[in-house]
């Protein structure tokens, strides 16, 4: 039954022209469960719309499934039968389950790209808020129907490089180690000594210079140790993204389009487009009120600029995609205007190269700096887990000690995993985090934890209950209809996190509705209710831990059964 579609046929026949264009959801269902803004309708009808509201308030022939219709000043607010919305949102989200709220699959394809972990350096927090945010954006728009392709640009050419290779060849004293996890720690140390290098000794940035165009130009035993370092680097990325539970389809490193991007730039001096100035290649964006933007340098050595634009022809080309979303710092946001719109300019001419859009989000910050870094400038990925682990580690093991270790290690790890996850994801992408991990490892408060564990709460409550048929969906307590309402708003608040690419109102959503879960497990009997109320009960307490998991899931989060 489509309450909506009722409504809307109902408010035609009341003289309403495009109603669905006028029709919306309150933010809280006292307010009613759909609301008429009559605004747009006062020039039609030339009257208020406090008027307007009244009238077809007083017209309008509601369905069954409405109880009645309130005009409150320029609003007309309807309300749904309590027991027929009750049955209608839970008997939908059992019978959907994970697939409820989501639409089918488009067939034109999208990219996300994300992570861009530069090979040889250290996989430091600043990731791991953009392979969340990434990884959660991309499974927020396959839950509204399009078809992602998840790309990974990184950085495997450049000063960066030449730094970490410098080290490598002339101030490493270490064994390389075994283990591919301690591989990662050391090569984060070799990026930290080179650069350490440059800064102290500034006669040193000229050489790191020349290794770039020595490395460009084939140098053999440059050339040996760079593919030796980048495939080390590579493998420990992999066992992050594996940790992680990311898996891209597509990993793109700067070397693979640098020719094609030094080519490119060139021919657009010949066609004009871009010219020169100072022997580097400029393409002029001043009417635009964005500069020049710098596409070649001087010595005809390849800038981000360069790469990007081959980048986004082979994301057209070879990977088909209309429209890429790149999830980068804020850092970078100037240079992207200046990027999307040379792209615009080049595609009107040629239609070769893919939409781009800038994903843009803001620092990580560790709260007080409580947590220092080994390296002494960045805090990684494995010193942030690692705390946190041993923490969730702690917590567990406390509590459950007739448990085997490798249960207790696997509950642990993704405890740990969901303050990481809900810690990047539980605020708007535009604004600093402030990251406190003992905060986010809490199981009450704003947290990943929390939410797993309501979800577990919820399922505890379920193992224990019987089958039992529903022989009333008269859920009158205002704790059920509450809960009741906030899952029925699940569908647009998935829709939202799309349109705006906010994973955090999707956070935002599943705390409101863990609160709210924990609120009426503390006032409602379950298990023990009245006979005619069990079965409905417990088909609420059903809909709450498949929807607490759906979100979870666009969070990329695990929901566990046991805390």
Known sequence: MDFEKELLKALSKAGIEKPEELLE??????????????????????????????????????PKSFTNAIAKGPYLNFFLDESIFAKNTIEKILKEKENYGLEKKKPSKIIVEYCQANPMKAFHIGHVRNICLGESIARIFEANGM??????????????????????????????????????????????????????????????????????QGNKSLVKDWEKLRKMSLEYFDTIYDSLNTKFDKIILESEVEKEGIKIAKQLQKEGFAYEDEGALIVDLTKYNLEKFLVLKSDGAALYSTKDMALAKMKKQKLKAEKTYNVVGSEQKFYFQQLIKTLELLDKKKNEYCETEHVSYELVRLEGGKMASREGNVITYAELFNTIFENTYKETKSRHKDWSEKKILENAKQIGLASIKFGMLGHDKNKVIIFNWEKATSLEGETGPFIQYSYARAKSILKKAEKTKIKSFNLTHEKEKELISILANYENKVKEAKESISPHKIAYYLIELASAFNSFYHEVRVLDAEEELIGARVALVESVSQILKNGLDLLNIRAIEEM
């Open 25 to 62: 959801q309150p933010p809280q269902r006292e307010m009613g469960d759909f609301a008429l803004p009559c605004f747009r309708l006062a020039k039609k009808f030339k009257k208020n719309p406090n008027e307007i509201a009244s009238e077809i308030e007083k017209k309008i022939k509601l």
């Open 147 to 216: 078809n992602v392709t998840r790309v990974n640009y990184g950085g495997d050419v450049g000063p960066h490089v030449s730094k970490t290779l410098y080290a490598y060849q002339n101030l490493n004293k270490e064994k390389i180690p075994e283990k591919i996890e301690e591989k990662g720690a050391w090569l984060g140390r070799l990026y930290a000594q080179g650069a350490k290098a440059v800064r102290e000794n500034p006669e040193l940035e000229q050489k790191m210079r020349d290794m770039v165009v020595e490395l460009e």
